[in-house]
């Protein structure tokens, strides 16, 4: 269930009200929030009650200490300790008690913090993975990252303590007031006129501490964007030896944190020393005060120590609270952000009403289609093409002429403008989507590997295959032998992106993955651009097993991959410019008859 779907008001851009967009923020953070405690409100009002048992046996001990002066230890003097005897052990009980409950509060605020914790996750992974593949080349995946550990960190910081400690610091401070006034309404009015120079100087924090724990978060999500996007494209940046310059940028980025948290300190240092002062002065007053009354008789000893430890006590909380406001205002920056993402919604919704398509046969036809990333300029214009079932088009062009974009419109990574792109009759918006990843493949120039074995990593494309379809599905694009030759097999460990194995044997992984998958149209994106000379020889047979009785879509600047489809189209600017088989083009000249007199000029000096 989404619940964050208070949206920012439209035209919230640049020149909308700011207080109207903080606003649609905060909505957005409260649902999410009103959200994540819905599930477990039950265990919360345990918690609370446990807190209210806590302080009240806390706010307890002063009192039993004015009693026993005042009236136990004078009747243990008359020769009568059974009011002594009473008063002690009452205070050992409630002690003993509001030490179990404090235990208590402490298991059950952590069993909620962390069930709510175990939600947030999940929600953020799920609603991630949903999302399309316009938000993901868009929003780097440091942010991503930074939004599962930093940011949820710091609302972990909250749950686990920082919101018991408000409650028990409210408590405290409000029982340990009334206790005092009911003891000594007096000692209780310095308590009360102190606690406006309190008041003043939280309110003072809250909202300096608010904006400075909005620019810690922001400054350790761009240090933790860089470091991730550093050390994943480490290998150009030791290629161009960039370092020093990377090392630069880092550094600013590490010193703007650093004066970020510095200011956070020196805020903290100075709200707690006001805290200090007050407290001290407000002792000071209720000593003062007091003694005066009881050396005059009018004030009882038990009472004025009551009074000076209940006035000890009350400014107590305000420290903790302090650091609560710490822990509250980084995990509200840090929920906000976490909320913004959960409002993104995907560019490519799943249909309202999906269309089963069990058995397909892939025949293929974009209608008058237009497409742009974006608000950009059109990067296809009013295509029409036809793909038949079971044929094999290559399309050819300069980079940038939209060849890619017609392969992520076929696999619904993105959604047309106008026109549609069907596949046998049925708008690729209307198809159910589990069908329509059953039924098109995309392997791309990539070849993206995950941790994990050789043998998982072909069984992607269907992952309840056994051990012997994925062996057959190996042989069939020719890398069996390949993969039995690895140390442990079928069985051998690939690290993060496949980097025990070099890029064309993790192509021909990929291939023996889609194989497996048996996709009623394949589209090969760039799918041989990492292979070298004896890789693409030994590919080549691979693909004519791997585009046999299907249709396939294949991108591909190399011709040796081209010449053996049954069609070839020529891209430019957004539009097909030649269309016919690789022969019929060579015979009649044009850009693909260049393109091939290229290609044999490269062979002959090979």
């Not at 709200?271 to 009018?298: E, H, K, M, P, Y």
């Not at 106008?418 to 392997?443: E, F, N, Y």
């Amino acid at each position: 269930m989404n619940a964050t779907t208070v949206q920012v008001p439209a035209g919230a851009g640049p020149e909308a009200d700011p207080r109207a967009v903080s606003r649609a923020v905060r909505r957005r953070s409260l649902a999410l929030l009103r959200s994540l405690l819905r599930p477990v409100a039950r265990p919360v009002w345990g918690t609370v009650a446990l807190v209210v048992g806590a302080q009240l046996a806390a706010v307890a001990g002063p009192a039993l200490v004015a009693y026993g002066i005042d009236h136990a230890l004078p009747a243990l003097r008359d020769g009568n300790g059974a009011p002594l005897t009473a008063v002690a052990g009452t205070y050992l009980v409630v002690a003993v008690l509001g030490g179990f409950l404090a235990a208590a509060t402490v298991r059950a605020s952590a069993r909620a913090s962390q069930a709510i914790l175990l939600d947030l996750r999940r929600r953020v992974f799920r609603h991630t993975q949903r999302l399309s593949l316009e938000f993901h080349e868009r929003y780097t995946s440091g942010r991503i990252i930074s939004r599962q550990t930093s940011d949820l960190d710091a609302v972990r910081e909250l749950l686990d303590g920082g919101v018991t400690t408000l409650a028990a610091g409210a408590l405290s401070m409000t029982f340990t007031a009334v206790s005092l006034a009911v003891l000594d309404w007096r000692s209780g009015l310095v308590l009360l006129v102190a606690v406006v120079p309190g008041v003043l100087l939280s309110r003072w924090f809250q909202r300096r501490s608010q904006a400075q724990y909005r620019t810690n978060r922001t400054a350790a999500a761009r240090t933790i964007v860089r470091f991730v996007e550093t050390m994943t494209g480490i290998r150009a940046v030791q290629a161009f030896r960039r370092e020093p310059q990377v090392q630069a940028a880092y550094d600013e980025l590490a010193e703007e944190y650093r004066r970020s948290s510095a200011g956070s300190i020196r805020l903290n240092g100075w709200f707690d020393s006001g805290l200090v002062l007050i407290g001290n002065v407000t002792l000071a007053g209720v000593l003062l005060a007091g003694g005066l009354r009881a050396l005059d008789g009018d004030l009882a000893v038990g009472v004025l120590v009551a009074a000076v430890l209940y006035a000890r006590r009350f400014f107590a909380p305000l420290q903790q609270i302090a650091m609560f406001y710490n822990a509250f205002q980084s995990a509200t920056a840090a929920l906000e952000k976490v909320a913004d993402l959960l409002a993104e919604e995907p560019s490519v919704p799943d249909p309202a009403h999906p269309v089963r398509l069990p058995a397909a046969r892939a025949e293929v036809r974009f209608d008058g289609v237009e497409f742009g990333y974006g608000d950009g300029p059109a990067v296809l214009h009013r295509l029409d093409l036809h793909v038949p079932s079971g044929q094999t088009v290559a399309l050819v062009g300069a980079t940038g002429a939209g060849k890619s974009t017609i392969a992520k419109l076929l696999v619904r990574f993105y959604d047309v403008r106008t026109g549609a792109v069907t596949i046998d009759g049925i708008d690729v918006r209307d198809v159910d989507p589990v069908d329509l990843r059953r039924a098109v493949v995309m392997v791309t120039q990539e070849a993206y590997l995950f941790s994990g074995s050789v043998a998982a990593n072909i069984a992607l494309g269907r992952p309840g295959a056994t051990r012997g379809e994925v062996e057959a599905a190996a042989r069939a694009v020719g890398v069996h032998d390949l993969v039995a030759s690895l140390p442990d097999g079928y069985d051998t460990e690939v690290d993060k992106r496949g980097v025990r194995l070099s890029a064309g044997q993790r192509q021909l992984v990929s291939f023996a993955r889609a194989f497996l998958a048996d996709p009623a149209l394949l589209v090969l994106d760039e799918a041989t651009s990492s292979l070298d000379v004896p890789g693409e020889v030994l590919v080549q047979e691979g693909l004519r097993t791997l585009l046999a009785d299907r249709t396939a879509v294949v991108i591909a600047h190399r011709l040796s991959t081209v010449m053996g489809a049954d069609r070839v189209l020529v891209v430019e600017d957004g539009r097909v410019v030649e269309d016919g088989s690789p022969a019929d083009l060579v015979a009649t000249g044009g850009r693909f008859a260049d393109l091939h007199a290229d290609w044999q000029r490269s062979l002959d000096r090979a």
